[in-house]
């Protein structure tokens, strides 16, 4: 018996069966060829997210047009040559008792003409919020065109065994540019009031459902809030998706969100979870065809509670099924301790802008199938320095595989850097998957000693046959005139000792870790000023936390100087030099907080390679990175020992 029994009854969409409420949202990975079709790698992926119990999978973006592909990682169905890639796709997805619906797309103009070669187009002549590119505005015969494009791409789908379709009308694609008078300021039949601007959206329904097999899924994704001065409304949203019922539409799937404003449309951590449930109920409150709520909905209980209060149908899960395909049998079967939390950290929309598909916490991506730890016929006495992302993963892993695994941390906890960068604000997700990562790591029969300084004599003593090096980054100051003061602070002991710390802070150097210390302090009420030598603040961090959290400083009222080199730090006060200006001093400061560089920490190994049979490096000792690259390979040197 599930402690979630809604989330697991049963549904129906038309003629497809699905097993329970939990649908897999369509994200691009990036895994199909240049040319748009399937490879082996994509139909791994896909299987072993069907494998993982998810009640139906929707295929990420597929392009109905050679002009609509947003970039070269997108997969193509214009054409009948990309039908039997599909095919063998829809076939492994079965055979393990999966279900899959292909999306449908058209970017219009968000398509990108440096991969397509192709003008871009759109209702209206408007420019992309994103690229500034003028698109052509659409001729009616074009606009025919295009939708007899989205019913041959559906004619596909049904040939190649989807067991539905979803048309992407949502997140500023070309669908959502006809439906929003942001986008669309035709005054023909395809623009003007609702009825008009849903014209496009109808005829592509309306056509799709004549001519595929009686109750056929066709499910219309839209965004109903695009968050944007002039862009669609909820209220008028619902009109939109009663006109798409009544042109024969089978589920409505409520997104949000435009190009104008993407920050929001993939909610990062900064954003509530469960963000556009509200949309949804909405939505639901206009139409009887089922809908689906999706954003940052990762919480089994929360997703339980949207179908009890009714408030949808389907609970759409996306991120969560990058980072655990096994997500929804892990909750069936009541094991949460055991799910690999996602971070809200959009690493991975970011890695698809012009690579594969990549997830922080899930270093499996695109080697689905190679995942599997297979036992060591050859266990080895195996010591791991550091308690960071990369010692824990390699720990979880060589345990599991059954070497005889011992970790030292020096701290008093496990987590290493990682700690402090989830004491900031809103990063309980880092919170909790540090905690999985410790759970992990307990499960085994790794030996941990905490408070363990690792020198090269304890190494030697301890006799090891292989040992990793994961201690992190040597910190070293940045070379400014006074960093050596002993009146200023690092980054971490300013988060350890906030509470001690004056009222009026400067942080010198706004890079990820001096903008969330600002976040720390400024959420503490302290007056906070940043300064930044770079022109933009946040660098290295992801786009959409990035600006999250500069918006969150500005309206704390911190002061924020981009541009700005600071050439001297005293007692009180700073010396900062602007392009052009003279120099300046900033005074009256309790606490100067400075930068520390993270640097490649090498030595240790230099120092045991001689008294150790096997010595291998990962994380921030090889070089200060993110918790991306530290997990990766302390689970990369965990598989190969
Ligand atoms: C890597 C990535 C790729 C995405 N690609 C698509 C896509 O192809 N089509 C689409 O409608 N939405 C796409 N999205 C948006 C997701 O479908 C979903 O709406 C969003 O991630 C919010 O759900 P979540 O909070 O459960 O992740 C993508 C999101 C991510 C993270
Ligand atoms: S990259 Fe970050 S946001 Fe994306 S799935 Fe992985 S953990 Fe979640």
Known sequence: MTAFPKLFSSFKIGSLNIKNRMVMSPMETHLCDKEGFVTEEIIAYYKERALGGVGYITLENTSVDPAGRVNDGMLCIHDDKFIAGLKMLTDCIHVVGGKVVLQLSHAGKEALPY?????????????????????????IEEIKSIVNKFTDGAERAVKAGFDGVEIHMAHGYLVNQFLSPESNIRTDDYGGDTIRRSRFAREIVENIRKQSPKDYPVICRISA??????????????EIAKILEKAGASAIHVSACNYASAFFNIPCYYLEEGCFIHLAEGIKSAVKIPVLAVGRIMNPAMAENILKDNKADLVVFGRILIADPYFPNKVKDGRLDDIRTCLSCNRCIESISDKKLVCTVNPYIGKEGTSGLKKTIKPKKILIIGGGPAGLSAAHILSSRGHNVSLWEKESQLGGSFRFAS??????????????????????????????EATTEAIKQFAAEVVVLAHGAKHVPVEINGTQRNDVLNVKNAFLSADSLGNNIAIVGGGPEGCELADFLASRGKKITVIEMMRVLGLGLVAHPRYHVRERLNKMGAKLHINTKVTEIGHNYLVVSRRREPDQELEGFDNIVIPTLHKSNTALAESIRTIVPEVYIAGDAVE????????AEGVEIGMKI
């Open 115 to 139: 991969y397509t070669g192709l003008k871009t187009v759109s209702p209206s002549a408007i420019p992309s919020p994103l690229t500034k590119e003028m698109p052509k505005e659409l001729t």
């Open 225 to 238: 809030d695009e968050y944007t001065d002039t862009g669609l409304k909820p209220e008028e949203s619902k």
């Open 423 to 452: 004491m900031a604000p809103k990063k309980e997700p880092m919170r909790k998957f540090l905690d999985y990562l410790i759970r992990q790591v307990k499960n085994t029969n790794t030996k941990i000693q905490l408070n363990k």
């Open 624 to 631: 200060g990175r993110t918790a991306l690259e530290a997990i």
